[in-house]
């Protein structure tokens, strides 16, 4: 059987692949990939730490589809704000929209 | 089979592959991706031939026994495991000799037709995604690989209907077709979960053995079941009422109108159909059966007719699709389902190349409006006589490959219900007459735009229609029924015999067997040399010239209903789009009406409150107030001089820091969301540095 460690370690990299896109992409769409990336490395360490620690109840697998769920209306909500302020600025590159300081 | 069945997984996986390859690699190298996909296909085809010619070769045996599995996965869910897997067995394999011939013969078409095409590489992986989809989806052993498979092909039609999508049309064709096949989808996926519900699994043949006793306790959910399974295939195979995207998917490359639209991903209605068919004749009387045969046999009828009055070229085909789909499910709902699963192999092969002959003359000519050829038939040699062979092959002409299976069809119609066996008949005169419009149409004749200067395509264009259109005229020698006066015996119907026992291990099933039937045969012959013949007297013996009318328009209101398509997008757009509209604005109108008035109100409300309580404000509080405010004002002279001096110092000193400390921080404030995020993720760190070493 694969060892969790293992597990782990794929989630390692890919919670770091996400989180290098999520600060280092300039355009807003790929910073929104790159959580789900993160949120998927989550789910991967919940689901393995679900089949190796407690297999016998459901509460890993259940949390895993809440942060999936919770994802798809995170992407939902993020890309709708993206449109809106393309429509607003014509731009979808992060460190353009600072209208944040004010 | 028990060792070749390890082959079997690597027929999707190849094309998928590839897929990954040029997305990832070579999307800059718009030849080698697009030799890469050919070669894919070519090994994806190899794989397949091993399979099909041994099946064959074991032919007896091989019918008779149970279909062979192999478990990829087992996925574990609570109590239960859900087993992914791939299998063989007939259907399988007549559908893996057809599948992969079909789309080699268009890849290689493509490499000519796409020739320039700005998204070459991409067009190449897509068409390796959807293969990949539909080969998985053949060889699925559970309704939920089936699904997935199913949902890529809608995917990737998405993505190829609207490959052009710089044009509003293309790009709103694939919306349409996504959103119309989505909800055919939704209903497969809620009989998918009823079935899993009630039997406990996925795989086919255990939800077959499940179905049984479902029939027994609960008949009306059974019979619920059947019908969402049905409605999956209502929407992908383009059966009314969601046959609308079916014709304005066209507006995609041709060669993905061969594939997807005409031989292969509309077909897989059909083919779930066929292959669920034990779940739709377990209850008795087989109501949801008679279902698919009514909607299949109007499909037929109905959009055999509007292919009459349409210009576009390829619109032509799209409603003969649609007409020949629905032959299909009628062959199925009256049991016929060795017909159904010949006319489907022998229509791809035709159809392929109707579609693909039909590009060619798109790449000569610049126009899909027929009204602007004419007189390509010295032009284009190799176009017009595979054409020509397409076309006589769909209108049912003996000894082509159509004939056989449509009439195999009719056969079993005419034995199970006379009134599906008129439809039948008259949409096979119908077709073949609007078949023969379009071939006089666009070969026949003179040229009616002279600014058109038509060129025969290239050689990797027209080879691939030569392959399609041997098929079309052999393949039906495959299925010649066995008491068919001396072809039947010499050729012995293999096809019949490969097929009839693949449901035999369900003993609720029983299938019509229906022989070779004279009459039904002549009067076929007849319908189709009577409709070709009717059209060549109104369109082949005087050909059209430049701006005269088409001939039929005369038929009045008659004409102008089939030309609008029954006017049947205007009606969705009156009835669904408004409603979904309606309801919207509905809600828009409770919030303006309602809520917005909810607050108005206790605005004023509180207004008014405010106006009571500003008498008594003036009049009592401020006489207190200003009692107050005098012994106030003397006291305060005391402070004030406590005030200026230690106070003020505090406060200043106090603002002094503040602002010197907000001088500094306003650097961290950028408004940039990423330099937020950097802060976050560094004190994280530093956070859990803390804990690890405490």
């Known amino acids: ?102 | 089979m028990e060792n070749l069945v390890r082959l079997v997984p690597f027929i999707p996986i190849v094309p998928l592959l590839t897929f990954a390859i040029i997305v990832v690699f070579t999307n800059r190298n718009k030849k080698l991706s697009s030799y890469l996909a050919v070669a894919a296909i070519v090994i994806s085809w190899l794989l397949c031939m091993v399979i099909v010619f041994s099946a064959v070769a074991h032919m007896p045996q091989f019918a008779g026994e149970e279909a062979v599995h192999l478990t990829l996965l087992r996925i574990p869910t609570g109590s239960r495991t859900l087993d992914i897997g791939v299998q063989i067995d007939p259907l399988t394999v007549a559908l893996l000799f057809m599948v992969p011939t079909v789309c080699m013969m268009i890849f290689i078409y493509s490499i000519g037709y796409m020739q320039g095409d700005p998204r070459y590489s991409r067009f190449f992986a897509y068409i390796c995604l959807f293969t990949t989809g539909m080969l998985g989806l053949v060889v699925a052993d559970n309704l939920l690989l089936l699904f997935i498979c199913w949902e890529v092909m809608g995917l990737c039609s998405y993505f190829l209907i609207g490959f052009w999508f710089e044009k509003p049309s293309a790009m709103w064709a694939g919306l349409k077709a996504f959103i119309t096949t989505r909800i055919g989808d939704v209903l497969l996926m809620l009989g998918m979960m009823i079935l899993y519900f009630q039997t406990g699994a996925l795989r086919f043949e255990t939800v077959f053995e499940g179905v049984e006793r479902l029939a027994e306790t609960n008949p009306d959910l059974m019979f619920i079941t059947a019908l969402l399974v049905f409605g999956g295939a209502v929407g992908k195979s383009a059966q009314f009422p969601l046959h609308v995207w079916l014709p304005d998917a066209m507006e995609g490359p041709t060669p993905v109108s061969a594939l997807i639209h005409a031989a292969t991903m509309v077909v897989a209605g059909v083919f779930l159909v066929a292959r669920m068919m034990p779940i739709f004749v377990v209850l008795a009387g087989m109501p949801a059966l008679t279902w698919v045969a009514a909607i299949g046999a109007f499909t037929a009828l109905a959009a055999s007719t509007i292919a009459i009055a349409q210009d576009d070229i390829k619109r032509v085909l799209a409603y003969s699709t649609i007409s020949q789909l629905g032959y299909m499910m009628m062959a199925l709902g009256l049991g016929g389902f060795v017909a159904a699963v010949f006319h489907l192999i022998t229509h791809a092969f035709f159809k392929a190349l109707l579609f693909l002959g039909s590009g060619s003359v798109i790449h000569g000519v610049g126009s899909n409006d027929m009204m602007e050829m004419g007189g390509l038939r010295k032009k284009m040699p190799y176009t017009f006589w595979t054409f020509l062979a397409g076309m006589l092959a769909l209108a049912g002409v003996p000894p082509l490959a159509g004939f056989w299976s449509k009439d195999e069809i009719l056969a079993v119609a005419f034995v199970q219900n006379p009134v599906v066996w008129a439809m039948g008949t008259i949409a096979a005169f119908i077709t073949a007459f609007y078949m023969t419009r379009q071939v006089c149409l666009a070969f026949l004749g003179k040229p009616r735009n002279p600014e058109i200067h038509a060129h025969e395509s290239p050689p990797v264009m027209y080879v691939p229609l030569i392959v399609l259109a041997v098929g079309a005229v052999l393949l039906g020698l495959l299925g010649v029924p066995e008491d068919f006066p001396f072809l039947g015996p010499l050729l012995g119907n293999p096809f019949h015999h490969f097929l009839a026992e693949q449901f035999h291990h369900w003993h609720y099933v029983h299938l019509p067997h229906v022989g070779f039937n004279a009459s039904v045969m002549l009067i076929s012959i007849v319908m189709a040399l009577g409709g070709i013949g009717l059209g060549y007297l109104i369109y082949g013996r005087k050909p059209l010239v430049a701006g005269q009318p088409d001939p039929l328009e005369r038929m009045g209101v008659i004409w102008t209903l089939l030309k609008n398509k029954y006017y049947v997008d205007e009606i969705y757009r009156a009835t669904v789009i408004r409603g979904a509209i309606g309801v919207a604005d509905l809600f828009f109108m409770f919030d303006q009406d309602v809520v917005d008035r909810t607050v108005n109100l206790v605005g004023k409300g509180t207004e008014r409150l405010a106006w009571v309580s500003g008498l008594f404000d003036i009049h009592v509080i401020d006489g207190l107030v200003n009692l107050a405010g005098k012994f106030t004002e003397r006291w305060s002279w005391v402070t004030r001089l406590f005030d200026i001096h230690v106070i003020d110092g505090i406060v200043n000193g106090l603002g002094r820091v503040t602002s010197a400390v907000g001088q500094e921080l306003r650097y961290i404030q950028t408004g940039r969301v990423q330099n937020y995020m950097i802060i976050v993720v560094v004190s994280v760190l530093l956070l859990v540095g803390v804990f690890l070493y405490m």
């Open chain 1, 1 to 102: 059987m694969i060892p969790l460690s293992w597990f782990l370690i794929v989630a390692a990299i890919l919670f770091c692949i996400g989180l290098y896109g999520a600060l280092a992409r300039r355009n807003a769409i790929g910073i929104l990939m790159g959580i789900e990336l993160m949120l998927n490395a989550v789910n991967i360490n919940l689901i393995a730490f679900w089949r190796y620690v407690t297999p016998d109840v459901l509460t890993g697998q259940v949390f895993a589809i809440f942060v999936i769920t919770v994802a798809a209306a995170e992407a939902a909500i993020g890309l709708a704000l993206i449109i809106s302020i393309f429509r607003n600025r014509e731009t979808v590159i992060a460190e353009e929209i600072d209208m944040m300081k004010l």
